[in-house]
């Protein structure tokens, strides 16, 4: 089933950092090999006033901070954009929720930014993904963008708009 979500401006700032807490702990249980019986509040130590600060700067330096909201009006995702270049952005962080992970809302979020920034004149989207993080290599590979290269830890991507 083709989803269509719609972008809106950060619609529940609390539920974002819930889930990128939720993210980073799994994160380091895979790559880094924290048990899981720590991670989440390791992950809220370690990370979560890193994300309170890159939030707050986000807002100072005019990124694009989004809910994707999908038919109902309900919140499947967030999206982090910033500016990378005079025609380029730099996808910083994409998020499914959780509950609406596997069912296409991932695609649907790419595709509706992507068709926000080539109306803004931006002629490309970079981002970083994780090695480890095969389901989001999947994902970005599915819609269309390359790799411009990696080390052992970060592959970098892009793709052209039209």
Not at 84 to 95: D, E, K, M, N, V
Not at 123 to 132: A, R
Request: aromatic share 8%; charged share 30%.
């Amino acid at each position: 089933m083709k989803r269509a979500v719609t972008l809106v401006p950060l619609a529940d700032r609390d539920a974002l950092v819930r889930e990128e807490i939720a993210n980073y702990a799994e994160e380091h249980i895979r790559d880094a090999g924290w048990p899981r019986s720590e991670a989440l509040e390791r992950a809220r130590t370690e990370f979560l006033p890193e994300l309170e600060r890159e939030l707050a700067e986000a807002a100072e330096e005019g990124h694009d901070v989004w809910s994707a909201a999908d038919e109902d009006g309900a919140t499947v995702g967030w999206l982090w954009v910033r500016p990378s270049g005079p025609r380029s952005a730099f996808l910083y962080q994409i998020t499914v929720a959780e509950s609406c992970r596997r069912l296409g809302y991932g695609r649907a979020m790419l595709a509706a930014l992507e068709e926000w920034l080539a109306r803004e004149g931006v002629d490309e989207v970079l981002l970083h993904v994780n090695v480890g993080n095969v389901p989001a290599r999947r994902l970005y590979a599915a819609a269309g963008y390359e790799q411009l290269d990696d080390d052992a830890r970060v592959c970098r991507l892009r793709k052209r708009l039209a």
